[in-house]
């Protein structure tokens, strides 16, 4: 079955830190850029983070400097380290392929208090 499965969201106060990871089964994860999204309230899915097969990452200016993408291949797993958390950061994140998206999971809840 080829998922992507989002865990490790949670409720933190404003400056805290918060490790998202994406296990992916079903395909070849070591040949595929991956890409973390977020989705807040009222709002479009914004990309925020990306990292190819190679491992070059690329950041929306908005998580610049505070998040970090990284992947585990033998594990078939991309991470999302989030530091110094901002309320604007609320929102519902996703993993995905950057090419040949699959189906939109769930997500995993991220709420960051003030």
């Known amino acids: 079955q080829v998922q992507l499965v989002e865990s490790g969201g949670g409720l933190v106060q404003a400056g805290g830190s918060l490790r998202l990871s994406c296990a992916a089964s079903g395909i070849i994860f070591s040949i595929n850029a991956m890409g973390w999204y977020r989705q807040a309230p009222g709002k479009q899915r914004e990309l925020v983070a990306k990292i190819t097969s190679g491992g070059i990452t690329q950041y929306d200016d908005s998580v610049k400097d505070r998040f970090t993408i990284s992947r585990n291949n033998a594990k078939k797993t991309v991470y999302l380290q989030m530091n110094s958390l901002k309320p604007e950061d609320t929102a519902v994140y996703y993993c995905?392929?950057?090419?040949?998206?699959?189906?939109w999971g769930q997500g995993t809840q991220v709420t960051v208090s003030s």
């Open positions: 995905n392929l950057m090419f040949n998206y699959l189906p």
